[in-house]
């Protein structure tokens, strides 16, 4: 299948072009042609049938014939050791940890898809290439970790001083060998417009290969599709009306979702969960889509004032905010409500709930009161295991919460980062004399 991008659908690319180039060359982000159906049969059987199973399936209805069914479940297996379990809150609710991964947030589940896919496609190139990201804080881990060593792949991460918490910058800057953290003095979405320029830079391009791995990657973004299969699949009644919650900064997670949704999952509604970075929720109300810069929260990894998938988002449901809102809900929180929040999860479910979740509990609960659902199955999208925010966490519940073996050996590490301005210029030069 080819790939189109949502600034021009005339500029098509196939599957291999796609994942490498990550962005389409006139700046728009590749979509596949076609979304294909999952088909009844397949949601049908779909409990009988294990994660890695529920991946395969789902994925070769778009990657095949690109890639032969045998290479698909190698690399799926390779890919995932870990799974998506969803935790019973009460009759109605649920949790879906998508926190078992290597770096302990979701972006584990995309992010090692799309390194095992880009080392698929390029075990036949001469030229090494590098992989530029741009982090709000758990896409840089989670990207490292699934490139860390790969023969031929430079990972370069950018990420924006002091705006990201003590353990994600830990994580990010404590690889070495063939990964690179930039500190960027600027905010994630200057980040993230240092990364779009150098797609775009015709020298750059000529000199090196270069790929991304944000979310703005489509290899990032459809693996995401598995694990809402997989929540479904999980739930013990699956007639009720199914509402997912995601915590959402760049759209991606959300879009994901989108996608699962147009392959055939029956989801009865999507609520975009923000923090105070709330573009899409008065986008909804207004019709206006206006980017605003950052502002900082303690669900930092959704900081952010331009959320790259909206573009992917009004291509699947249509460039109206009326039609986007007959499937999305979306709703915005201060600190105060989600500190208030994770509190309230411990006293009513004893569950320790990471800031990003918490925000994701409190819109599922804005919607199902406005909605006045009584029956149904919401699952709240937890994005990251609670102890990568342990300061907070611990602050809110006041007790202490245990420290995961792999975060705890992160944490001695000695960081290493190389500190950069937010002028294309700089970051320019860097990476041009690195090489
Ligand atoms: C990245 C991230 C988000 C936001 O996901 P998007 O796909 O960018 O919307 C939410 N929570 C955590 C913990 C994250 O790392």
Same mark, same amino acid.
């Given at each position: 299948?080819?790939?189109?991008?949502?600034?021009?659908?005339?500029?098509?690319?196939?599957?291999?072009?796609?994942?490498?180039?990550?962005?389409?060359?006139?700046?728009?982000?590749?979509?596949?042609?076609?979304?294909?159906?999952?088909?009844?049969?397949?949601?049908?059987?779909?409990?009988?049938?294990?994660?890695?199973?529920?991946?395969?399936?789902?994925?070769?209805?778009?990657?095949?014939?690109?890639?032969?069914?045998?290479?698909?479940?190698?690399?799926?297996?390779?890919?995932?050791?870990?799974?998506?379990?969803?935790?019973?809150? $009460?009759?109605?609710?649920?949790?879906?940890?998508?926190? /078992?991964?290597?770096?302990?947030?979701?972006?584990?589940?995309?992010?090692?898809?799309?390194?095992?896919?880009?080392?698929?496609?390029?075990?036949?190139?001469?030229?090494?290439?590098?992989?530029?990201?741009?982090?709000?804080?758990?896409?840089?881990?989670?990207?490292?970790?699934?490139?860390?060593?790969?023969?031929?792949?430079?990972?370069?991460?950018?990420?924006?001083?002091?705006?990201?918490?003590?353990?994600?910058?830990?994580?990010?800057?404590?690889?070495?060998?063939?990964?690179?953290?930039?500190?960027? $003095?600027?905010?994630?979405?200057?980040?993230?417009?240092?990364?779009?320029?150098?797609?775009?830079?015709?020298?750059?391009?000529?000199?090196?290969?270069?790929?991304?791995?944000?979310?703005?990657?489509?290899?990032?973004?459809?693996?995401?599709?598995?694990?809402?299969?997989?929540?479904?699949?999980?739930?013990?009644?699956?007639?009720?009306?199914?509402?997912?919650?995601?915590?959402?900064?760049?759209?991606?997670?959300?879009?994901?979702?989108?996608?699962?949704?147009?392959?055939?999952?029956?989801?009865?509604?999507?609520?975009?969960?923000?923090?105070?970075?709330?573009?899409?929720?008065?986008?909804?109300?207004?019709?206006?889509?206006?980017?605003?810069?950052?502002?900082?929260?303690?669900?930092?990894?959704?900081?952010?004032?331009?959320?790259?998938?909206?573009?992917?988002?009004?291509?699947?449901?249509?460039?109206? /905010?009326?039609?986007?809102?007959?499937?999305?809900?979306?709703?915005?929180?201060?600190?105060?409500?989600?500190?208030?929040?994770?509190?309230?999860?411990?006293?009513?479910?004893?569950?320790?709930?990471?800031? /990003?979740?918490?925000?994701?509990?409190?819109?599922?609960?804005?919607?199902?009161?406005?909605?006045?659902?009584? $029956?149904?199955?919401?699952?709240?999208?937890?994005?990251? /295991?609670?102890?990568?925010?342990?300061?907070?966490?611990?602050?809110?519940?006041?007790?202490?919460?245990?420290?995961?073996?792999?975060?705890?050996?992160?944490?001695?590490?000695?960081?290493?980062?190389?500190?950069?301005?937010?002028?294309?210029?700089?970051?320019?030069?860097?990476?041009?004399?690195? $090489?």
């Amino acid at each position: 299948m080819n790939f189109y991008s949502t600034k021009n659908k005339n500029i098509s690319v196939p599957l291999r072009e796609a994942v490498l180039k990550g962005i389409a060359e006139d700046g728009g982000l590749f979509m596949p042609e076609r979304i294909p159906a999952a088909g009844k049969d397949l949601l049908n059987r779909i409990s009988s049938l294990a994660f890695n199973e529920i991946a395969f399936e789902v994925s070769r209805l778009i990657f095949s014939p690109d890639i032969p069914d045998q290479d698909l479940k190698n690399i799926i297996n390779e890919t995932y050791y870990f799974s998506s379990p969803i935790i019973k809150f $009460n009759r109605n609710l649920y949790v879906l940890e998508l926190f /078992h991964g290597p770096t302990m947030a979701f972006k584990d589940f995309g992010a090692r898809f799309t390194a095992s896919l880009i080392s698929y496609f390029v075990k036949d190139e001469e030229k090494d290439i590098t992989i530029l990201v741009a982090t709000s804080g758990d896409t840089g881990s989670a990207v490292a970790s699934a490139f860390y060593k790969m023969p031929k792949i430079k990972i370069v991460l950018l990420y924006p001083q002091g705006k990201i918490s003590e353990m994600q910058e830990k994580q990010i800057t404590t690889y070495g060998e063939n990964v690179t953290a930039l500190e960027v $003095n600027g905010t994630f979405d200057d980040c993230q417009s240092l990364v779009k320029s150098a797609f775009a830079d015709v020298e750059l391009n000529k000199k090196m290969i270069l790929s991304s791995s944000n979310s703005i990657n489509i290899a990032r973004l459809l693996p995401q599709a598995f694990y809402y299969f997989s929540a479904y699949a999980q739930l013990e009644d699956k007639s009720k009306p199914l509402v997912f919650s995601v915590p959402s900064g760049n759209f991606g997670n959300l879009t994901a979702g989108l996608i699962a949704f147009k392959m055939g999952l029956p989801v009865y509604k999507f609520v975009a969960a923000v923090n105070a970075n709330d573009v899409f929720p008065s986008y909804l109300k207004s019709g206006k889509f206006t980017p605003k810069p950052s502002v900082k929260t303690i669900s930092n990894a959704m900081d952010v004032g331009n959320p790259s998938n909206f573009f992917r988002i009004t291509d699947l449901l249509g460039a109206n /905010h009326e039609l986007v809102g007959r499937v999305i809900f979306s709703v915005s929180f201060s600190d105060r409500q989600t500190k208030d929040a994770i509190k309230e999860i411990k006293e009513k479910f004893n569950y320790i709930m990471d800031p /990003h979740g918490a925000v994701g509990y409190l819109a599922l609960k804005k919607f199902i009161n406005e909605s006045k659902l009584e $029956n149904y199955n919401g699952i709240i999208l937890e994005t990251a /295991h609670p102890a990568k925010f342990i300061n907070i966490v611990e602050n809110a519940v006041e007790q202490e919460i245990e420290m995961p073996e792999a975060l705890k050996s992160c944490l001695e590490k000695k960081k290493s980062a190389v500190k950069i301005s937010n002028r294309f210029s700089d970051f320019k030069k860097y990476i041009l004399n690195r $090489n």
